[in-house]
């Protein structure tokens, strides 16, 4: 009922808006006559209850379809609500016989617990009662039986724990060689990088042989200015449209390339411009030194901004050095790499073996000029740059001038002799191989009872014939001993070498037959 005295309302509403927008309408059109005026508002007023009567029409259907959708509602909600309802119950009906069953076992267990109490109490009246006795028989009180019992499980609990570390030992023992041969030889397996040997000249190609005319000056004395600025050897007249650079300082052969290269575009050449061009060389090289630096300090994940240029260009000298040869920047990435390959397969810290893999040699940028051993201006260059201790340790003892307390450390000296060791990996003049072959041999024939020596194998075996009347078996070890002792004092050599003491004895005699009388055959 509420509903259709709504759009009762709502109809007439509309029919006299309707009416009333129809008078307004013709209000102006005073002038119309009454007929067509009364004509007008006719049609005006079909038209409005017309469109009355469409939206009484569509409001009746929105409320017929609003009263469906809410009673459909209503009868899901009231069947939720009942489902919801009978869950509760169910609920409320578990957990009431849940707390039943609980209430009732929590009285079966405090029956037991009180069963239990009483015979704990019986057990240590008859456990005190029993080692009172048995202390009276021993003539012992019961605090001595106690520590006698604890000191022989404590006795028995250690040769148990001596027993086990024995035999892992041993275990260890015998496959840690194994073991070890399987990760080194993993680790080089996996590493592949060319030999890092530096040439000991460097090659300009110059477009006409005229060009080395302005380079050698009248009477040579371009030449000459410039083998004496930059301490190098400059060769013009091995091959055409060639000049040659020689120099064991990688920096100022460096710098003298530059210098060639800058004059070379010169259209004349006085000492001046050769001064000129040779201090421009420098600071350009400078500027490459700290480049690489960076660029390494960057390969390596180290922050960049931490560290200065001074540090960035002590690195990038490492570029323009060598260790018999070998590229000091290549063999310290190839350590590098080494050491964190042999870390990442033992567990070790693998942060701590790159930066001491990479670091270990950086005191050879600067030993020849300030001197001293690489190796302890390698621990004074990263303390200074706040290296961690461990880091510091790993980077510098590779040399054995303290002993190794770490695995890392360790593992840089196994990467550093890796590297080195790779075939091809180090260059040596025949002049200082030579001179180093018969060092090791008058240093074993310095010694009584030694009649030959020979340095085999590229000189990392001696082996040592010594005389059989002079020395007996006993005397070999302590003859190895020496001699490789003096070797570590007086040579400077890369990996090791191994001593081999040969005694060789020999006892030679003959049996003779005496020739005696035929004896007889038998005749047949």
């Excluded at 023992?173 to 397996?189: G, L, M, P």
Aim: aromatic share 6%.
């Amino acid at each position: 009922m509420l509903y259709e005295t709504i759009t009762i309302i709502i109809a007439f509403g509309a029919l006299a808006v309707g009416l009333l927008a129809g008078l307004f309408a013709i209000k102006p059109k005073i002038k119309l006559s009454i007929e067509e005026y009364e004509r007008q508002a006719s049609t005006r007023i079909n038209k409005t209850e017309e469109e009355a009567r469409k939206i009484k029409t569509e409001i009746v259907e929105r409320i017929q379809n609003i009263k469906t959708k809410n009673l459909a509602d209503e009868e899901r909600f009231k069947e939720q609500f009942k489902r919801i309802e009978n869950l509760v119950l169910s609920k409320e009906d578990y957990l009431s016989r849940k707390k039943q069953k609980l209430e009732d076992t929590q009285k079966i267990l405090d029956g037991e617990s009180a069963f239990v109490e009483e015979l704990r109490k019986k057990n240590q009246d008859s456990r005190g009662a029993y080692v009172q006795k048995l202390s009276q028989k021993a003539g012992q009180d019961t605090e001595q039986v106690k520590r006698d019992i604890l000191h022989g499980l404590e006795k028995d609990l250690e040769m148990e724990k001596e027993s086990k570390i024995r035999k892992y030992e041993e275990y260890i023992t015998e496959d840690r060689e194994r073991i070890a041969k399987n990760i080194i030889t993993d680790a080089i397996q996996r590493y592949s990088s060319p030999t890092s040997v530096e040439k000991r000249t460097d090659t300009i190609i110059v477009p006409r042989d005229e060009i080395k005319g302005k380079i050698i000056g009248r009477g040579g004395e371009i030449l000459k200015l410039l083998e004496e600025l930059t301490e190098t050897d400059i060769i013009f007249n091995d091959a055409p449209n060639t000049i040659i650079i020689a120099c064991f300082d990688l920096i100022k052969k460096h710098v003298a390339k530059e210098t060639i290269e800058k004059l070379i575009k010169e259209r004349i050449v006085t000492p001046e411009k050769v001064r000129a061009a040779m201090e421009a060389a420098k600071n350009e090289t400078a500027k490459t030194l700290i480049k690489i630096g960076y660029d390494i300090i960057r390969k390596l994940g180290l922050e960049y901004k931490k560290y200065p240029e001074e540090f960035a260009r002590i690195i990038g000298r490492l570029q323009f050095r060598t260790s018999y040869g070998q590229n000091i920047v290549k063999h310290s990435m190839e350590v590098c790499n080494f050491t964190v390959m042999l870390g990442s397969e033992i567990g070790a810290n693998v942060e701590t073996c790159k930066i001491g893999g990479f670091f270990h040699d950086i005191g050879k940028a600067i030993d020849q000029e300030v001197g001293g051993s690489h190796d302890v201006l390698t621990k004074e260059i990263m303390e200074k740059y706040g290296f961690s201790e461990e880091e510091i340790h790993a980077a510098w003892t590779h040399h054995d001038s303290i002993p190794q307390r770490t695995a890392e450390a360790l593992l840089v000296k196994a990467g550093d002799a890796i590297s080195a060791g790779r075939p091809g990996a180090r260059a040596e003049s025949i002049e200082k191989y030579l001179e180093r072959i018969r060092a090791l041999e008058s240093i074993s024939l310095s010694y009584e009872g030694v009649s030959k020596s020979y340095a085999i194998s590229a000189g990392r075996e001696v082996r040592v014939i010594t005389d059989p009347s002079k020395l007996q078996d006993s005397d070999l070890p302590d003859l190895a001993k020496n001699i490789a002792h003096e070797i570590e004092e007086n040579l400077s050599y890369p990996g090791k070498i191994k001593i081999n003491i040969i005694r060789h004895t020999q006892s030679v005699d003959y049996a003779n037959r005496v020739p005696g009388p035929a004896k007889a055959g038998k005749k047949s």
